[in-house]
């Protein structure tokens, strides 16, 4: 039993210890939020990096609960609790720091070490490295704090429970403040330097109250202080120059890039362009450009009075590209994050005449009418949600198209072989016509015959001519399967992972066969 008269005036009542209890599960928690944002833009914040950071803290948590107990019982010292928690915030406080460089070093290390599997291996190893050490110590909470209150066998079940009850309504708070408050004001960087505070501080007040470590103490709050002004200024992409505008809303990590050629946006990923807007011309040489056959598609010429609706607007550049070329159209997109229609009056000049919508696209079609063009442009990371990959959505965008009106999706990464995403996306829409990486439906068998008639009118000229180049002699159509995805079972993050590994790994089997013929001095310069 605890014999607290013996300890700091500040633990000889039990209040200091449930506030320790409380500001820890918050801490933990928001370390677990603060993970996924943090990892986002290098591995995606999929169902299955989730899962990757949700089991790493458990078992660092349960390591934690293990040597607390141990440690609690060989030396009931509360000064060696505060201690942890004030090196805990230390490291907290350093991760976003640390981690934009140890993130790229792991991934390529990883790249160089393994066959198949990049994305879990590379997160894995990264929450191990990043996020495992302050997460035991955090973890030494609760059987630590045990040992130190209970008085008697008689009220030991009630001050466990009040333990836990704390802890779970701290780890609540933890859950709802970065998501909601700190990360869209501060960001990431701010959020992480904002939670270390709550160790540091317990072990700063503890120390004080027994006047011990006042180096560590000071140490603490020096690195606090340092990394928070350091967050002012925090950027991902470090080595890149182009990057003018770096946020974060409540549903992403959002980078504006600006070149001599083009604007471009990136959602939760480093690598990758979501929207863009060319400094010259109006033909972007992305996917937006091959979408713009689906209005020929559905019979429609530049005079029409045609209606096109878009899900995923990001920043409207397909949105923005249909009012160039097709002037007399009304444009409704819907997008998620208000953060991402912002940016798109203020980087990407999108066309004042678009209607955009701020919510959820599958739940916003229900109060939207009828289309002659629907595009479904609503990839987050490397899969779309899989809410708008059902059979049950995409009955329900046919439901929302004209008469031959033709839907297009944009189905982002090309599977390097069969039975990956796209064959399931192209599967569950089960309509005929259909390139294999942009996928253009309709019920009407004519529709290539009409791509071919709206491009022969000579109305746009530039625009024609690229999709007589560059889409109508590729047109193939798709034999459906029974890779169908549905609202019960729609795993697609599992299968879009399964694609990118594939596509990564045939990108690092060239440099595994320079490596064994040449060494690294090959690799270096193969690059």
């Not at 974060?248 to 990590?253: P, R, V």
């Not at 929302?400 to 192209?426: A, E, F, I, Q, T």
């Amino acid at each position: 039993m605890a014999d607290r008269s013996s300890y700091s005036p500040l633990l000889k009542s039990k209040a200091f210890l449930y506030l320790t209890e409380f500001f820890a599960g918050m801490a933990a928690m928001a370390v677990e939020l603060g993970a996924s944002r943090l990892l986002a833009p290098y591995f995606s914040s999929s169902q299955v990096i989730w899962t990757i950071i949700i089991a790493t803290i458990m078992i660092a948590m349960s390591i934690g609960n293990v040597l607390g107990g141990r440690w609690a019982d060989k030396d009931p010292d509360p000064g060696r609790l505060y201690r942890r928690l004030t090196i805990a915030g230390i490291w907290i406080a350093v991760i976003p720091f640390a981690g934009r460089y140890l993130i790229p070093g792991i991934s390529i290390l990883v790249a160089a070490l393994t066959i198949t599997g990049f994305l879990a291996w590379a997160s894995f190893l990264t929450c191990l490295v990043l996020f495992a050490f302050p997460l035991v110590l955090l973890g030494t909470v609760t059987p630590s704090l045990t040992k130190y209150a209970v008085d008697n066998l008689n009220d030991n079940g009630r001050t466990v429970g009040t333990f836990i009850a704390l802890n779970t309504i701290g780890s609540i708070i933890g859950t709802f403040l970065p998501t909601f408050v700190t990360i869209p004001a501060a960001g990431t960087a701010a959020t992480f330097v904002i939670f270390s505070l709550v160790p540091i501080a317990l072990g700063v007040i503890y120390f004080i109250s027994v006047r011990k470590r006042p180096v560590l103490c000071c140490l603490a709050v020096a690195i606090a202080v340092a990394c928070g002004v350091a967050s002012g200024s925090y950027t991902y992409v470090f080595w890149d120059d182009t990057v003018v505008h770096e946020d974060e809303s409540i549903y992403n990590y959002l980078q504006v890039k600006q070149t001599p050629t083009e604007t471009s946006l990136s959602t939760n990923v480093a690598f990758g362009v979501q929207s863009v807007k060319p400094v010259a011309g109006r033909l972007t040489g992305m996917y937006y450009d091959y979408a713009m056959a689906a209005p020929y598609m559905a019979g429609l010429t530049p005079d029409s009075d045609a209606k096109v609706l878009v899900l995923g607007l990001g920043s409207g550049t397909y949105a923005t590209q249909v009012l160039e070329y097709f002037p007399n159209a009304t444009v409704d997109g819907v997008e998620i994050d208000q953060k991402i229609v912002d940016l798109a009056d203020e980087y990407f000049d999108m066309d004042p005449r678009v209607n955009a919508i701020v919510g959820d696209g599958r739940a916003s079609l229900s109060s939207l009418g009828t289309y002659d063009v629907i595009m479904v442009d609503a990839y987050s990371d490397i899969t779309p949600p899989f809410q708008m990959a059902t059979v049950e959505f995409f009955s329900q965008v046919k439901a929302h198209l004209n008469p031959n009106g033709v839907m297009v999706v944009n189905m982002n990464m090309r599977d390097p072989g069969p039975g990956g995403l796209n064959n399931y996306l192209s599967d569950t829409i089960v309509l005929p016509d259909a390139t294999n990486q942009e996928l253009f439906a309709s019920d009407n068998p004519r529709m290539r015959e009409q791509l071919r008639a709206g491009l022969a009118l000579g109305q746009q000229p530039a625009l024609e001519r690229f999709l007589q180049r560059s889409v109508a002699p590729h047109l193939t159509a798709y034999a459906p399967g029974d890779l169908v995805l549905t609202d019960d079972k729609a795993p697609v993050e599992i299968l879009g992972i399964r694609s990118l590994d594939a596509i990564i790994q045939s990108e690092l089997d060239y440099y595994h066969r320079i490596f064994r013929e040449q060494g690294i001095s090959g690799v270096m310069s193969s690059l």
